[in-house]
């Protein structure tokens, strides 16, 4: 697999391994150790896993009969070539302590000079048969020194691309008329044919999270998997140093940002940490995943070019209310983006049934209100409040919409006719005739599967721009919506 610059210093620096290179290691479970080979690697779904093979079998266990001859006796596991112990730590959920031995390579058998042993705590992610199986680190993490962070550095792979137009014009526009002449001396003293190339910066965003924290995001020069990628740096604005639970929340804070920037989860791929003396003190690694499919969403469609200035005026406002509202943003943005992936998975009935979810926690937020039955006359309130487009449903703009609301009867209101759509997919059954479906919700919906992906759409629509405004972001312009 191809990998981002820092990624490959997770591996190389901080786990004391390479990516699908066998490695020899030590397994200690409790009081049995015993040494297996390992070999880091990434499944199908992007997860990082750690494959470990030859586990000695375990010394049987011995029976003395009658005669007193000594009988070997082994469980069914062992029979079938599952080590016991690992098998009882699966079970339990139990650490188990890996350490990476610093003669790496399984086929040189050759130490690495300066590279140093590496143990930490992982778990047992599932057995295989002839003692092999798969491990994974606690909690994605690894700890190296015991000592406060300085900064910490982060790679993310398939984030929605965005521009700096001013930053590029500046770092170009900032070359003086001194400058200038020492750039044509320089061309001067070139051979035929040689040339010099003035590049403007890379687009580079400044998160900043309060007074609290400073984040960056610069666009990679290269490709990785053949996605755009960025490198990020977390660190205090004073240069500071901080716990390591610290910047393990403001990487929370990040990923559902990123989320909802993305309309996909999309978290970072590895996280390394230094100290003051600039010491590897501390790394993460993340899912992978080797290609993102583009869904509709607000950042990625909106109106011209995604600026950066977009995301370096959203982000402070997303963290004021993530610092007071953390479990309700989290529901929201998991809402919006579950949806999209259920959608994407066809079932788009299901999906509008999720959006729905985080719209009426959004609703139940903004007006301190508990909704206990029909949520629409409050999720409406709140599309009124912050003028959602949308909002009443018109022949000219949304036809089919329009339609629909008038063949189910409904209001011509997106959040009356959303409920509607979430009440038949949750409870398909007339209540007035317990045994029959709903029969208009069949004649004129499920017939036409497609209304379903539109009113999907409404409703994430809906969910995107009251979650933005919410945070403070004033729109002028919105994405078009059922383009």
Known sequence: MELHKLESEFF?????????????GTLTCGDSTFDVIIIPEISSQGEFTLRYYNAPPPEPKVDVNENGERIPKRTWDEIIGIHPVLNQAWIDNSPVNLQIQRSSSVMSGRPRSGRSKRDFDTRVHYLESENRGVL?????????QATPVKNARFAIVGLPDFKTPELQWRSIAAIGSTEQEQLRSIADLLEEGASIQILPTSHRVTLAAGVEWIITLTRDEDLTRGMISHTGSIEKPDGSEFEVEHLILVLEALNYFFAFISGTYCQPTAV????????????????FTIARKPVLHWFRDYPGAPLGKLLEALFPLFWEKWNS???????????YVESNAISEAGVPQDATAKSFVGLEILASLITKKTIQ????????EVLCQYSIPHRTIEAETLPLIKALCDDLEVETKGAYLINEVRNYV????????????????????DSDPIKYAFVHDLS??????TLLEYCGLLRLEHRELLK
């Open 426 to 445: 949750m409870h398909p059954l007339d209540r007035k005739r317990p045994a029959r479906v709903k029969e208009k919700h069949v004649a004129f919906l």
């Open 460 to 465: 994430q629509f809906y969910l995107e721009y």
């Open 325 to 335: 509202h953390r479990d309700e943003i989290i529901a929201i943005v998991s809402s």
């Open 272 to 287: 390394v940490a230094h100290d003051g003396a600039r010491r590897r003190v501390w790394g993460r690694v993340g899912r």
């Open 136 to 144: 994974r680190l606690n909690d994605n993490r690894i700890a190296l």
């Open 373 to 380: 039955s029909n949520p629409s006359p409050t999720i409406d």
């Open 12 to 24: 190389h620096r901080v786990l004391n391994a390479e990516l699908d290179i066998p490695v020899h």
